[in-house]
């Protein structure tokens, strides 16, 4: 390592740990992208243990970053509450109060950094024996995008005609000689001393949650190519005056940060569709200029950040920080929940914490793309694992008359060594059921693949065994009350609760509706779903009780069995406890 490099990581080093903006360090102290640095294999060992101590102290704190678990009982919203209804019988979720208090660590951020650049002073490209396999997984990724691409994509290239007419600085508005429609837009490297402008592509429901908070410090552009999902958000940003709402991906010239939030769902077999990922960070290499920053707030594989960004290091700064979005959740708000960052060299990671250092309150940096991308996956997967061994704990309590709720408050008085979670029907939403398959892409984790296949299973498991108890139950009943001519017919059914939490309308991977999905197929009759907060336009295939007929008098009369499958806002549960003539099951 030559003098000069050692100067300049030690100054930098320095000024993170005073608290002083990399970007505003001047000229005389840049970190040269791309250099590698060499160093002794003691120091390089030195490093390493000081790095691994350094996480270590940060991820086993016994108190954790969301503070001393206080509420360990189950919280029960089960008296009834006013509802204002609307026009389509559907009223808007009410915050959703948090499972405990919320009191973070006070993380020295600079000092952290200090320890990850000292620690890790050479992020090395990929391993030689690594690079054939993410090689042939991004081959694989990019494939099966190709040949299954999903609906709304968009095709990127450049109109240099409506870019000439964006309020830029005059030095980046390039003109088209007309003989290739997919030209770079803005060639002038991004000056150090312009405004910030961050680009949030896709303004889903994570997207619109990093807007909100990017869009109160920066001056920000939220871009979609649903115009209608842009429509529909917009009266939430009217109050802010730096954000920018727009379909036209010409505006992404004027970024400086692009933080990119597209969804990266499932395909049908379970495999990664990066499509959209793939498809959004083409278009931001296309209007970005030298020296922006671009993040992948997505989930995604381990190795997929560096796989997909790494073509883009030399002109870009480039990096992973997973979202910690919680839907409905107010406090701890987006901001207070520490973030985690990682770049693909030190002046990516650098460039990404000068930024999100002034919205996020805990910033977290880490070693490499890879560990935040590994970070994401566990902390959703190791939920993912508890909530399938509490559900079979719950179902071996069953087994002996035992409450699995007081078993769990019991064993939740220990101090130590224990987290208590609550059985259910499963698990839903958009993270939790899926995360497991983005670690399977390339690993081998038996233990986490058992405990997803059977989370994935247990709605239509505990639906098969509830009709066939119900059905049994209505034959014996039939019989005895001398009504022959109703022995066999089909049971009439009510699902209750189809979002996939409390709060929450969104019912993407709904344990509920997947529970409902398997009495349809078993062959209910009559069946029906109940939920106040989602609508009939959101699944069209099952009849939606209305808010006034769910009464204890039409309840009775028009169901066999109740299942409730999620206790959902809004729900007046007074009705449902004084039902007598048909089988009520909460889960």
């Known amino acids: 390592m030559t003098p000069s490099a050692v100067c300049d990581i030690q100054d930098l080093a320095q000024d993170l740990k005073d608290g002083v903006a990399v970007t505003n360090v001047g000229a005389k102290k840049t970190v040269k992208r791309r250099t590698t640095f060499s160093i002794s294999p003691e120091h390089m060992k030195e490093a390493q243990n000081s790095f691994n101590q350094s996480l270590a102290t940060v991820l086993t704190d016994k108190k954790s970053f969301f503070g001393d678990l206080k509420a360990h009982s189950e919280m029960r919203r089960d008296s009834a509450i006013e509802l204002n209804e609307s026009d389509d019988d559907v009223i808007t979720p009410p915050p959703v109060r948090p499972d405990t208090d919320y009191t973070p660590h006070e993380i020295n951020a600079e000092d952290y950094m200090d320890k990850v650049l000292k620690g890790k002073v050479q992020f090395s490209p990929l391993r030689k024996r690594d690079a054939p396999h993410m090689e042939e997984l991004t081959q694989r990724v990019v494939d099966k995008a190709t040949r299954m691409p999903a609906d709304g994509v968009l095709l990127v290239k450049s109109n240099m005609e409506q870019v000439a007419t964006l309020a830029l600085p005059d030095e980046i508005k390039t ?30 429901y994570v997207g619109k949650e990093l807007l909100d908070a990017f869009g109160r410090v920066f001056t920000s552009i939220g871009f979609d190519v649903n115009q209608s999902r842009l429509d529909f958000i917009e009266p939430e940003f009217k109050s802010l005056e730096k954000v920018t709402l727009t379909s036209d991906v010409t505006q992404l010239a004027r970024g400086t940060h692009y933080l990119i939030s597209v969804p990266t769902n499932l395909h049908k077999d379970h495999s990664v569709n990066a499509t959209h990922l793939l498809s959004a960070i083409s278009m931001v290499a296309t209007y970005a200029r030298p020296g922006a920053t671009v993040v992948i707030e997505s989930s995604v594989s381990v190795g997929m950040t560096r796989a997909f960004l790494s073509q883009y290091a030399g002109t870009l700064k480039c990096g992973m920080s997973p979202e910690r979005v919680d839907p409905g959740r107010t406090s701890p708000t987006l901001v207070e929940i520490p973030k985690v960052i990682s770049g693909l060299d030190q002046e990516s990671l650098v460039a990404i914490h000068d930024v999100y250092s002034k919205v996020f309150s805990h910033v977290v940096p880490v070693s490499k793309p890879e560990v935040a991308e590994m970070t994401k996956l566990y902390e959703n997967c190791y939920r993912m694992v508890n909530i399938a061994y509490v559900n079979e704990i719950a179902d071996a309590c069953a087994g002996h008359n035992i409450d699995p709720n007081e078993v769990i408050d019991a064993a939740a008085t220990k101090p130590f060594g224990f987290q208590p979670f609550r059985p259910g029907l499963g698990v839903g939403g958009h993270c939790i059921p899926v995360n497991p398959y983005y670690l399977f892409v390339n690993n081998n984790l038996p233990v986490l693949e058992f405990a997803s296949t059977r989370m994935w299973a247990r709605p239509a498991k505990l639906a098969q065994e509830l009709y066939n108890d119900t059905f049994a139950a209505k034959k014996a009943f039939s019989a005895r009350q001398s009504h022959a001519d109703r022995q066999n017919e089909a049971l009439r059914v009510l699902v209750v609760g189809v979002g996939f939490k409390p709060g929450q309308n969104v019912i993407s991977c709904s344990p509920g509706l997947a529970y409902a999905q398997a009495m349809n197929d078993i062959g209910a009759k009559d069946l029906s779903f109940y939920d106040p907060l989602v609508p009939q336009s959101d699944v069209p295939w099952m009849k939606r009780l209305k808010l006034q007929e769910f009464t204890t008098e039409n309840l009775d009369k028009s169901f066999d069995l109740i299942a409730v499958c999620m206790k959902q806002t809004g729900v007046d549960w007074r009705q449902l406890e004084a039902v007598e003539n048909c089988i009520v099951k909460y889960y």
């Open 175 to 204: 003109v088209s000689d007309g003989k290739d429609d997919r030209t770079e837009v803005p060639r002038i490297k991004i000056r150090k001393d312009e405004d910030v402008v961050v680009c949030v592509i896709g303004v889903g």
